[in-house]
């Protein structure tokens, strides 16, 4: 596939030279994939993930809870140690400097990891999706928004922890999700930080972060007001808009990635 730009908007003045890392650093990655029915096994992700490993980097793409196997597993807060738990084994390596790398659902859960005070470097963050305030402003998502007022009068009549049926929509096709009224909340309650726009001022200001998102990806004429813009200054952080849909865009942004990462770690 020919990888190729259709426009590049930076936050703040990239370096003009590439300084390599130094050579007592390591990079590790670990990649976060998208939703249900995305998993580490979606063919967007081998060519990605063996390019950084040519390039000499630790990198993870673990099977999470949000996947076609686990969806959706357990307590948002249990994504968030799971998360921890597969940087230490990056750091465990060898690594030294860690990149979360997040696709579609991978985003806020990449978000959520470092405004908790998660260990991360960087951020690369592809084709951004799960958009619990979204779910309260567009008329085709209702039926989530329907779910997430359940599961909140749910809890409020003390029976947050029973099992129950809701909905989910992931691009554009409904999904049935059984879990408990709690655990669903902590995935797609607006005020959690499951929303990217929750989190995203509670960034270290010091954390670089790369966007990447397609002409043809839903979220394309939003993302910025979502959540780009809601940023901490960074003079590393860019937003790069490329040609390709949502499924697409790791392989479409792989090249400027790769240029991208080492820049961002420099200590």
Do not use: C
């Not at 690594?95 to 659902?105: D, E, N, P």
């Not at 779910?147 to 029976?159: D, F, P, T, Y």
């Not at 999700?177 to 990217?196: C, G, I, Q, R, W």
């Not at 959540?227 to 808009?241: F, G, H, I, M």
Request: proline share 8%; net charge positive; no cysteine.
């Amino acid at each position: 596939m020919k990888r190729r730009t259709f426009a590049s908007l930076v936050l703040g003045v990239l370096p003009l030279t590439h300084l390599p890392v130094s050579a007592a650093e390591r990079i590790g990655v670990l990649m976060l994939h998208g939703k249900n029915p995305g998993g580490p096994q979606s063919p967007q992700y081998a060519p990605v993930k063996a390019a950084m490993e040519k390039q000499g980097w630790l990198v993870l793409l673990p099977d999470m809870p949000w996947s076609r196997n686990r969806y959706l597993q357990g307590h948002w807060d249990g994504a968030m140690a799971e998360i921890a738990s597969h940087v230490k084994a990056l750091q465990d390596q060898g690594a030294t400097r860690i990149v979360l790398m997040g696709h579609s659902m991978g985003v806020p859960a990449a978000m959520s990891h470092a405004a908790r005070g998660g260990t991360a470097h960087a951020l690369v963050l592809l084709a951004p999706g799960h958009v619990p305030r979204g779910y309260f402003t567009a008329p085709s998502l209702a039926p989530v928004k329907e779910s997430i007022e359940a599961a909140r009068a749910l809890v409020a009549a003390g029976k947050g922890e029973e099992n129950n049926r809701f909905i989910d929509i992931n691009q554009g096709r409904q999904q049935p999700v059984v879990t408990t009224a709690k655990n669903f909340l902590s995935y797609f309650d607006p005020e959690s930080d499951a929303d990217m726009g929750v989190t995203a001022p509670r960034l270290p200001a010091n954390l670089p972060v790369l966007t990447a998102i397609g002409q043809g990806d839903p979220m394309f004429s939003r993302v910025r007001e979502y959540y780009v813009d809601k940023l901490p200054s960074n003079a590393r952080t860019q937003l790069l808009e490329v040609s390709g849909g949502h499924l697409d865009t790791p392989q479409v942004a792989l090249d400027q990635l790769l240029d991208w990462i080492p820049k961002a770690v420099q200590a």
